[in-house]
């Protein structure tokens, strides 16, 4: 973005500068030549694009910046929002012997059955909880390690 400000002023300056020549003549009259005694030359230029660029590039950068450091804090959230919900679920696993369901999960938790379902899918694909459907046809999850006498 700064490069792209200072390309730009680089091809005002020269546009602009009888501008300024013109508004520092009526502002100092004759001693105009006393303030700016040399000619502009294409370092000048140079020079005032880049200060220019970097005055005028600094906030949009910093601004895009800040915008993608929420961005990101609002993504390292929901990762953690997750890792506690797995977490509350392998507690709740550990209490029940390893057998969870998603209904266990959303009735003692603020979590939907369909996201419980989800986060269990995802530990199920991940090779942490075993698949099984009971005779009634429920869904049920199991975790191994959580039974007693298990080792």
């Not at 369901?101 to 003692?108: G, L, V």
């Not at 939907?112 to 099984?132: P, R, V, Y």
């Amino acid at each position: 973005m700064m490069i792209f400000i200072w390309l730009l002023s680089l091809w005002l300056q020269p546009i602009l500068q009888p501008y300024v020549e013109a508004f520092l003549l009526s502002l100092y009259g004759d001693r105009y030549e006393t303030y700016i005694p040399y000619k502009m030359t294409a370092l000048h230029y140079a020079v005032y694009a880049m200060a220019l660029g970097f005055i005028l590039g600094l906030p949009l950068e910093i601004k895009y910046k800040r915008a993608k450091s929420k961005c990101l804090k609002k993504l390292k959230f929901f990762d953690s929002l997750e890792s506690e919900n797995i977490l509350f679920i392998l507690s709740l696993a550990r209490d029940q012997q390893g057998y969870v369901t998603p209904m266990d999960i959303a009735s003692q938790s603020t979590l939907t059955i369909e996201k419980a379902q989800n986060i269990l899918s995802k530990l199920q694909k991940d090779g942490f909880a075993e698949l099984s459907v009971t005779e009634k046809g429920d869904i049920l999850y199991y975790f191994a390690g959580f039974t007693e006498g298990e080792e």
